[in-house]
């Protein structure tokens, strides 16, 4: 599996934009770059995906670089409860029948 | 509402009493599957299951056992625990197996095996 490269963690502060980076510099044509998050004390939760093209849903948009090799989520405008580990995901088209969780970039968020 | 759940959430066992962890989802998935959350380890996967009979090794499989006879209901079996086996498990589904298809995670049964 191709691996993900996040910060350990990050802070930011309510209300402001938050830019979560993920590299990927070995991945494949056919590799969906996934997000999700996991809050204290919860299962991974969704939050977006996009193979080459940006995305926006009512969670975050995602920014995929032009060489796919880096994307960054984004978090409009973070509340306290974007607090959360957020892991950068590859999976393959083809079906790669497991996400392959890295350490994630755990999150703070400052009132 | 659209949902994975688990039971139970919390359980603590002695070493060897055998156990089963339910999963059931409402979503009409294919896939499922499930993984284990160790502190400085990450989620790891157990086995997964592509639909009705059809189960496969993740990648921590040993002392474990699946089924998938019902295509909304995939338990976990551990027929001897031993306190390695200790950890917080989660079962996730998704609508297939292929990459552009989000997993839906449940909220996680920690279990505690002395």
């Known amino acids: 599996d191709a691996k993900t490269t996040q910060p350990n963690s990050m802070e930011s502060n309510e209300e402001e934009p938050v830019h979560l980076p993920c590299n990927h510099s070995t991945i494949s044509g056919t590799d969906y770059i996934h997000w999700y998050r996991q809050l204290p004390s919860q299962g991974p939760e969704y939050v977006i995906h996009?193979?080459?093209s940006n995305v926006n849903n009512r969670m975050a948009s995602l920014a995929i670089a032009e060489d796919r090799k880096s994307s960054t989520l984004i978090l409009h405008r973070a509340t306290l409860r974007d607090a959360a580990v957020y892991y950068c995901?590859?999976?393959?088209?083809?079906?790669?029948?497991?996400?392959?969780f890295g350490q994630g970039t755990r999150l703070t968020i400052n009132p | 509402e659209a949902q994975v759940t688990q039971n139970p959430r919390y359980l603590i066992t002695v070493t060897g009493k055998k156990l089963t962890v339910t999963c059931s989802q409402n979503m009409n998935h294919e896939y499922m599957s499930w993984y284990r959350q160790d502190p400085g380890l990450g989620l790891r996967q157990i086995y997964y299951s592509m639909n009705v009979e059809v189960t496969d090794k993740g990648d921590v499989p040993e002392g474990y056992k699946v089924s998938r006879k019902e295509k909304r209901n995939f338990p976990l079996i551990l027929e001897s625990p031993s306190p390695n086996q200790t950890s917080l498990y989660f079962c996730?589904?998704?609508?297939?197996?292929?990459?552009?298809?989000?997993?839906?995670f449940g909220p996680g049964t920690r279990l505690t095996v002395t």
């Open positions: 996009g193979l080459t």
């Open positions: 996730a589904s998704s609508l297939s197996p292929q990459g552009g298809s989000e997993q839906y």
């Open positions: 995901i590859l999976r393959d088209w083809g079906g790669a029948q497991k996400l392959v």
